[in-house]
């Protein structure tokens, strides 16, 4: 059986990747990504897929647009993502003919299962196919933290934790060098991929959000310190 094939369309480039990361993990390696409705329309028309994920709210329209147009030629299975988790926002979504509809934020391993499930429905995808990828790396403690085998799922004391893709990133980074100092500069760079300069207000924001996620006291922060005039340090 040959690998289903998966569309993305969603805005937030981090977000793919993390999407992109889980169900490659889970063997799915045939897939294609697209930041709006026109650009999922031509990549739907170009790739071919077996399902779909849409986001809600894009750049040029509502994921419910696109779904639209592609329930008048194919009947591929279709996830909705959205923050709105408001029960008429979902009924909207599976009655426009989505099939399932998640909620951000999200655990990326939870949407790859659900593809998963959307694909066996659909008689597309079965348990051998993805028998032949790669060993998935193991998860690795730190302290009360854990961090899954693809680096895209945080826990604490055994509870995932709701963090965005960024906050993600920086607590994997955080994680791989524990109570060793980074500077913002090497975080930015590392998490964003893009050069530092004039980006010191956006990193201090998401390290407050981040605090606010996994600190008892945010005010007085234990796990994540400033390091005055240095960086940051993760004490787990």
């Excluded at 909207?92 to 391993?109: C, E, Q, R, W």
């Excluded at 934790?161 to 791989?176: N, P, S």
Aim: charged letters at 30%; aromatic letters at 8%; hydrophobic letters at 40%.
């Amino acid at each position: 059986m040959e690998k289903p094939k998966i569309l993305i369309v969603d805005d937030e480039q981090d977000l793919c990747q993390l999407m992109k990361t889980a169900l490659q993990k889970e063997g799915m390696t045939e897939i294609a990504t697209a930041g709006s409705i026109r650009e999922g329309w031509q990549q739907f028309v170009k790739f071919e897929p077996d399902l779909a994920i849409l986001d809600v709210m894009l750049p040029d329209g509502e994921g419910y647009d696109l779904c639209r147009k592609i329930r008048e030629i194919s009947r591929i299975p279709i996830l909705f993502l959205s923050a709105k988790s408001d029960e008429i926002d979902k009924i909207l979504g599976l009655a426009i003919g989505g099939d399932d509809y998640i909620t951000k934020p999200f655990s990326p391993k939870e949407m790859a299962y659900r593809v998963k499930a959307q694909l066996r429905r659909a008689g597309i995808y079965s348990m051998e196919a993805s028998s032949s990828h790669a060993p998935a790396q193991a998860d690795k403690n730190i302290g009360e933290f854990t961090i899954n085998g693809d680096e895209t799922e945080i826990s604490k004391d055994g509870r995932v934790l709701e963090l965005t893709a960024k906050e993600v990133g920086l607590m994997a980074c955080f994680m791989r060098n524990p109570k060793h100092i980074l500077s913002k500069e090497t975080l930015f760079e590392t998490v964003w991929g893009e050069d530092f300069y004039g980006a010191d207000n956006t990193l201090m924001v998401h390290i407050r959000r981040l605090r606010e996620k996994i600190e008892e006291n945010p005010s007085e922060p234990a796990y994540i310190v400033t390091v005055k005039g240095l960086g940051y340090r993760f004490n787990p």
